[in-house]
């Protein structure tokens, strides 16, 4: 039991640092998007990221409906941590109020445990994510090309971040955050393939977040 406790604190510790990392295809998490935000419910990308010592991963990012103000979205990515393999699958809702974004809901799953709803702040620290609607804001327009990727060949508009921190690709035809190709110091995106007609992948109720159904989970352990 108290190993299973320890395994618990892990994850409990590496799920909220994701859900507050603001970290740049770290892979601890979704990476922040710089675009253009125009959610299409159904719509979204697949992108293969490539970190700086080479190592790829897979995302595909969906609009899978509405509440309020507010979209979900659901982000896929693949999981090999100890006896977890398979997606991880993170449902945001995202409310865009002017020039930011802001997720104040998620709901994870992980592969081999129950959907759970995650909280929004742990010891006063609130882990509700924020980021910029419109790169138009930091960056430069390098002006318009068209460029081919994975996806297909597309009419961008190209940004240089005026931080230096990279350039990034842009159009309408891809959603949620338009990214057709990023290209960083330390990182790349580049979309694979466009997304129609996505659905919800949790389709059962979330329970509240449990960090010993996870630790359980994590230590091939059944509770």
């Not at 935000?37 to 697949?46: D, E, R, Y």
Request: aromatic share 4%; net charge neutral; with cysteine.
């Amino acid at each position: 039991m108290k190993s299973i406790r320890r395994v618990a604190i892990c994850a409990a510790t590496f799920l909220l640092a994701a859900i507050g990392a603001n970290a740049q295809m770290g892979f601890g998490g979704p990476p922040t998007m710089r675009g253009v935000f125009h959610p299409t419910v159904g719509n979204g990308a697949v992108y293969e990221m490539t970190a700086k010592d080479g190592k790829k991963t897979t995302m595909e990012i969906d609009v899978v409906g509405k509440e309020g103000d507010g979209v979900w979205m659901e982000i896929t990515m693949a999981m090999n941590q100890g006896s977890m393999t398979g997606d991880m699958i993170m449902k945001t809702l995202t409310v865009a109020t002017g020039p930011n974004a802001q997720t104040s809901k998620m709901i994870m799953k992980l592969p081999n445990t129950p959907a759970m709803e995650m909280p929004t702040s742990t010891g006063g620290r609130s882990h509700e994510k924020v980021q910029p609607t419109d790169i138009r804001s930091s960056a430069e327009d390098a002006g318009s090309e068209s460029i081919t990727v994975p996806a297909g060949t597309f009419t961008c508009e190209h940004y240089h971040m005026k931080d230096g921190s990279g350039d990034v690709w842009v159009t309408d035809k891809i959603s949620p955050w338009g990214v057709a190709k990023y290209q960083g110091q330390d990182s790349s995106m580049v979309a694979m393939k466009v997304v129609t007609g996505a659905t919800d992948k949790i389709t059962e109720k979330p329970i509240p977040f449990d960090p010993m159904k996870l630790g359980a989970a994590m230590s091939g352990k059944q509770q």
